[in-house]
């Protein structure tokens, strides 16, 4: 039974707290917030054992921690968790600096933790069934990957209050480039940013193209807190293109189409509440070693296959991590030199 902590209080953690955690091989331990009344509120609500804003208190409870603190403060709390030696799994957007991303993967590394960055979408059946229905070829060459998330939300949310930190782009930018980064790879050549802002200053609605050489291919990233749009993941291939609808990032349903118009396959898999859980599984598995799916082949060869591929993936979800950290810091000093 692993021992869970969750530093943070916000809204995903109430979430997290909820849900995430029910029927998996974990036990809920403690909530830290250096504000103790809003750690001991969050703990008497959830009926969490330990409510504290004491650090060392905290890590005496834990074997891992889910990071759920304002995207700021997640390179310091990672860092100190990892040298405590505890797993840590990070809310996105995980780190702001593509250096830092580099050097706190190696930390967990040469202390054999696990790091993760918690997007819930990497995890879940349909998101993982789509990308291996791509590798199958199914709609030929991949060119093209469009993907968009918006919310409206209120004015005065931290998210269109914080001028350092805030905006679309850090808020569900993180999703969409995973989508392109994961699909099309993390070596793009070129990328750039149209910004739309309010009366403040603010980044209410965010695009962001890749291009990458020798014409191997396209994205195109929509995020916006204060502009809605559909919210639909679009991959377009050299025999076909596979539509998954909103909301994608949920996914749940999508259907692979070809030229002929009479000819289209759907795919309807199932989403567990909020998703949350989907990266936590996986997450406990890589501290156990399991490396990926609970279920057990007959076939110790398909077993092992299995878990290579496992490591694989977990491999390629830390460079993307790494990347998305890198053009999270680009995107920062571009709107910092915006308001100079």
């Known amino acids: 039974m692993i021992r869970l902590g969750i530093i943070g209080t916000g809204r995903i953690a109430k979430r997290f707290a909820t849900d995430a955690w ?19 509120s969050f703990s008497r609500r959830y009926s969490i054992p330990l409510g504290t804003a004491d650090w060392e208190e905290f890590l005496g409870q ?24 505890k797993h840590v799994l990070c809310e996105k957007p ?4 593509g250096q830092e991303a580099k050097e706190l993967f190696a930390a967990a590394k040469s202390r054999n933790l696990v790091l993760m960055e918690a997007v819930k979408t990497a995890y879940c059946p349909g998101f993982r069934a789509l990308l291996e229905i791509l590798a199958e070829g199914r709609i030929g ?14 004015p005065g949310l931290r998210e ?38 309010n009366g403040q200053g603010m980044d209410i609605f965010t695009k962001v193209f890749f291009e990458y050489e020798d014409g191997r291919g396209t994205g195109l990233v929509k995020a916006g807190l204060g502009v809605k749009s559909e919210g639909e993941l ?39 509440g909020n998703g949350l859980q989907y990266e936590l599984q996986y997450f406990l598995e890589r501290i156990q070693g399991k490396k990926g799916d ?12 299995k878990t290579e591929l496992e490591t694989m993936e977990s491999e390629a979800m830390e460079q993307v991590s790494i990347v998305l950290a890198d053009i999270m810091e680009r995107f920062l000093t571009a709107e910092a030199g915006y308001r100079k």
């Open 22 to 40: 029910q029927g998996l091989d974990t036990e809920l331990r403690a909530v830290y917030n250096p504000n103790r009344d809003s750690a001991d």
């Open 62 to 85: 834990i074997d891992a921690a889910y990071v759920a603190s304002p995207s700021f403060s997640h390179g310091n709390y990672i860092r100190m968790l990892l040298e405590s030696g």
């Open 94 to 97: 995980m780190l702001l600096g």
């Open 141 to 154: 060459e991949i060119r093209d990957v469009e993907a968009c998330f918006t919310k409206l939300v209120k």
């Open 160 to 197: 269109l209050t914080d001028m350092s930190y805030g905006g679309s782009m850090t808020e569900l930018g993180t999703y969409g480039c995973f989508a392109v980064l994961r699909i099309l790879g993390c070596d793009y050549g070129d990328l750039r940013f149209s910004v739309q802002r």
């Open 234 to 272: 679009i991959i377009s291939g050299t025999r076909g293109y596979l539509l998954a609808r909103a909301p994608w990032w949920m996914t749940g349903h999508f259907e692979v189409r070809y030229e002929d118009l009479g000819q289209c396959d759907v795919y309807d898999y199932p989403f567990v």
């Open 294 to 305: 609970t279920y057990k082949t007959e076939s110790e060869t398909m077993e092992s296959k």
